[in-house]
T-cell receptor, first 110, second 115 residues
């Protein structure tokens, strides 16, 4: 039930944009996005509920296509502080546990 | 408010020894999750509790692993006997499903090294 993330790793220069994808083979109720910096715990970014919603704050946004069982995280005008590993966590209907993807390591360089 | 508290932060032990990891969830949260993170396998859900009751322990690797939640403010994950392949970072997370978001808040983790 582990979702698949792509790409596995990406290197950006400051100011560039990136898209991280998350797809599941199961019907989804919600998708959660987390960012983990090296040596730290994952930190919640945002949650998207079924209904095809989009969300965003600052220059990080996400979309959720429940029909395709996919979600994408968009990082625009990247900053050095965006570096870290991004995980999507997927939740099926009737459950409140998450299955996390393998992560996407994002590195932003000056 | 204090976040999720885990102890110890680091644990080094020898193969065959018993290891107990502890977690205090955020006050008012009624779901608690134990995860294991390794480079090879990523973030794996081991077990989770709702209202102190284990709901899904299918992620627990084998009988050497056990978890308890005797009350709403405390949980333990025990490994007995420990093996080198158990070396990983173990995270505890809590959430309040009643809020409608199921956002999980992670503790700082326990880095376990089994020699």
């Amino acid at each position: 039930q582990q979702p698949v993330q792509s790409p596995q790793a990406v290197i950006l220069r400051e100011g560039e944009d990136a898209v991280i994808n998350c797809s599941s083979s199961k019907a989804l109720y919600s998708v959660h996005w987390y960012r983990q910096k090296h040596g730290e715990a994952p930190v919640f970014l945002m949650i998207l509920l079924k209904g095809g919603e989009q969300k965003g704050h600052d220059k990080i946004s996400a979309s959720f296509n429940e029909k395709k069982q996919q979600s994408s995280l968009y990082l625009t005008a990247s900053q050095l502080s965006y570096s870290g590993t991004y995980f999507c966590g997927t939740e099926g209907a009737g459950a409140n546990n998450l299955f996390f993807g393998t992560g996407t390591r994002l590195t932003v360089i000056p | 408010d204090a976040g999720v508290i885990q102890s110890p932060r680091h644990e080094v032990t020898e193969m065959g020894q018993e290891v107990t990891l502890r977690c205090k969830p955020i006050s008012g949260h009624n779901s608690l999750f134990w995860y294991r993170q390794t480079m090879m396998r990523g973030l794996e859900l081991l077990i989770y509790f709702n209202n102190n009751v284990p709901i899904d322990d299918s992620g627990m690797p084998e009988d050497r692993f056990s978890a308890k939640m005797p009350n709403a403010s405390f949980s333990t994950l025990k490994i007995q006997p420990s093996e080198p392949r158990d070396s990983a970072v173990y995270f505890c997370a809590s959430s309040f499903p009643g809020s409608g978001t199921d956002t999980q808040y992670f503790g700082p983790g326990t880095r376990l090294t089994v020699l």
